[in-house]
Nanobody, 124 residues
Framework: QVQLVESGGGLVQAGGSLRLNCAASRITFSNYNMGWFRQAPGKEREFVAAISSSGGTTKYADPVKGRFTIIRDNAKNTVYLQMNSLKPEDTAVYYC?????????????????WGQGTQVTVSS
């Protein structure tokens, strides 16, 4: 049983920063690609960022390019999402997810395990 636990969400003003953390257990972390997704009220879950098992390949959704950075530390079994220059439209529940390493995917249905999510709220 794979466990993913997110933390680091909160309330910030527009233009501020947050760092989200996802800690993995019961997993050979270095064998998994990792992703971040988000879901706002009334909207479908959408891709945010992903990183390969080695950390050598990253992908970002267009709305967050240049503002968000995905980082992994395989020694700590942790993946991070550094969010800068936050906008009110970034408000959502953010989820981390894992996928057995193959390709770095933007599709949520290609991820096998999900955390419970952490709320990010950006005020104007």
């Amino acid at each position: 049983q794979v466990q993913l636990v997110e933390s680091g969400g909160g309330l910030v003003q527009a233009g501020g920063s947050l760092r989200l953390n996802c800690a993995a257990s019961r997993i050979t972390f270095s064998n998994y690609n990792m992703g971040w997704f988000r879901q706002a009220p009334g909207k479908e879950r959408e891709f945010v960022a992903a990183i390969s098992s080695s950390g050598g390949t990253t992908k970002y959704a267009d709305p967050v390019k240049g503002r968000f950075t995905i980082i992994r530390d395989n020694a700590k079994n942790t993946v991070y999402l550094q969010m800068n220059s936050l906008k009110p439209e970034d408000t959502a529940v953010y989820y981390c997810a894992s996928r057995r390493a193959f390709v770095v995917s933007r599709s949520s249905d290609q991820y096998d395990y999900w955390g419970q999510g952490t709320q990010v709220t950006v005020s104007s």
